[in-house]
């Protein structure tokens, strides 16, 4: 049971997901960035500029951070084990 | 979640702690030459204070960062937003001047007078927030003088210091909330 | 980016920077909008009234009432990274001493565009007072309407809105 809670805590992703992460997060993140300064300059507000930044970091968090099952589709594939040398 | 993190850290030895102690070391030096570097430039002792009070309100509210300079050419103005301390209550004040009252000083010897111009100012301030000016709370003093003056506002910025006067409300000196702040900086701009 | 924790901790800190970065270009964009507000300022009246020293309770000292007339209009003034306009207006006087005194007399705290139509005529907020505790040697004293723009985030400026024309003269004790 606690083993089961640990990985839920944890959320492991593959690697692929791993670099699917990495450019979804950085490409997000200063896109919205730059989408609400110019957003925020053009209208004259500086809560539309947050309020985008926000909702942004908010969808963005629920796409990135719980390991979803998109991320686990490039599972490690391990080589078959080797004979053991000297051992029984 | 960590277990596997400690383990790491007891099988490296003696060494690595010496180093992980090394590390947050060096990041403590940097602010603090941070910090003492900016306070050559601006002139003054403590060049980031967060507000404490609500008398500059709906202007500043408790937790916002300013930034001071205390230029040695430049006079102060009415409409200047200072931060002052008067000797015997040590808790800075972040206050609009009021008045200015430039005396001449007669001999004035610019190369061995302490004020690059031929005036004393005397000075009155008073918060946006409050009814009226803070003679009351010179503690016996008439005017505010330079020398009290710990600098003047010229930047801005919002809520970033709200958590540390939650934290350390009144018991630490304003330095130490500016130094934590600039820590803070730090810690984020360097990322490992 | 393996856990849950390390993904949360590097997204924080590039959020952080990115926030950092916002904050800047928000501070340097105020600095494209400059505007010069327009306004008119007039004196209407001075008295000078017999009142007590705040500094030393028994002593007698010369106030000085003013009223004015002011308009102003600071919309211009009102972009994105406005939070507030203070506006004061103060008396600027040589003593026949040398004494050189800026003496705010009555400020206003402006929030909303809508606000920054300023139409004023009053009297002064804080009354006149001198050092001397007399105006016998204040001849005249000069008016200016002057601004403070306090941003959201940034830099604070300074401005003038109005100055009077010429000198108002000080009456003498009592005389209108």
């Known amino acids: 049971m606690a083993d089961y809670i640990n990985e839920l805590l944890e959320g492991r992703i593959d690697f692929e997901g791993q670099k699917l992460v990495e450019k979804l997060m950085y490409y997000v993140l200063i896109a919205s960035t730059i989408a609400a300064f110019i957003t925020g300059l053009a209208l004259q507000s500086l809560s539309l500029t947050f309020g985008t930044m926000g909702l942004s970091v908010a969808v963005l968090a629920v796409a990135i951070i719980p390991p979803w099952p998109a991320y686990r589709s490039h599972p490690i594939k391990w080589l078959p084990a080797s004979p053991q040398p000297g051992k029984k | 979640m960590f277990s596997d993190e400690l383990k790491a850290f007891r099988r490296l030895g003696f060494r690595h702690v010496l180093l992980q102690v090394l590390n947050f070391a060096s990041v403590i030096a940097s602010g603090l030459m941070l910090w003492k570097g900016m306070s050559l430039v601006t002139n003054s002792e403590s060049p980031i204070v967060v507000v404490l009070s609500g008398s500059m309100e709906p202007a500043f509210y408790r937790g916002d960062l300013l930034f001071l300079t205390n230029p040695v050419s430049e006079l102060y103005k009415t409409g200047d937003i200072t931060v002052y301390k008067i000797p015997g209550a040590d808790i800075p004040i972040v206050h609009r001047v009021l008045e200015t009252r430039n005396f001449p000083i007669k001999d004035w010897d610019p190369s061995t007078s302490s004020s690059p111009h031929p005036v004393e100012q005397k000075m009155l301030t008073k918060g946006d927030n409050n009814h009226v000016d803070d003679l009351a709370l010179y503690e016996g003093l008439d005017w505010l003088e330079r020398k009290h003056i710990v600098g003047k506002v010229r930047g801005f910025m919002p809520y970033i210091g709200y958590h540390l006067t939650i934290l350390l409300q009144n018991d630490f000196p304003q330095l130490k909330y500016a130094l934590l702040g600039g820590l803070a900086l730090l810690a984020l701009l360097q990322r490992e | ?60 000292q010369e106030v000085g009432v003013v009223r004015f007339n002011v308009t102003a209009d600071l919309t211009p003034l009102f972009h994105w990274n406005t939070k507030q306009i203070f506006l004061y207006l103060q008396a600027e006087y040589n003593t026949t001493e040398g004494v050189q005194n800026d003496v705010v007399i009555w400020d206003r705290i402006v929030r909303r565009k809508e606000d920054a139509s300023i139409n004023v005529v009053a009297k002064d907020k804080y009354h006149l007072r001198d050092v001397s505790r007399t105006f016998r040697g204040v001849p005249h004293a000069q008016y200016a309407l002057k601004y403070n723009i306090m941003p959201y985030v940034g830099v604070l400026t300074y401005g003038e809105v109005a100055r009077t024309s010429e000198a108002v003269v000080f009456p003498k004790l009592g005389e209108l």
């Open chain 3, 1 to 60: 980016m393996h856990s849950i924790f390390s993904r949360l901790n590097n997204g924080s800190s590039l959020l952080s920077s990115c926030l950092m970065g916002l904050l800047l270009a928000v501070t340097l964009s105020t600095f494209v909008f400059t505007a010069e507000p327009q306004g008119n300022l007039t004196i209407g009246s001075i008295r000078v009234l017999e009142g007590r020293n705040p500094r030393r309770y028994n002593q007698k």
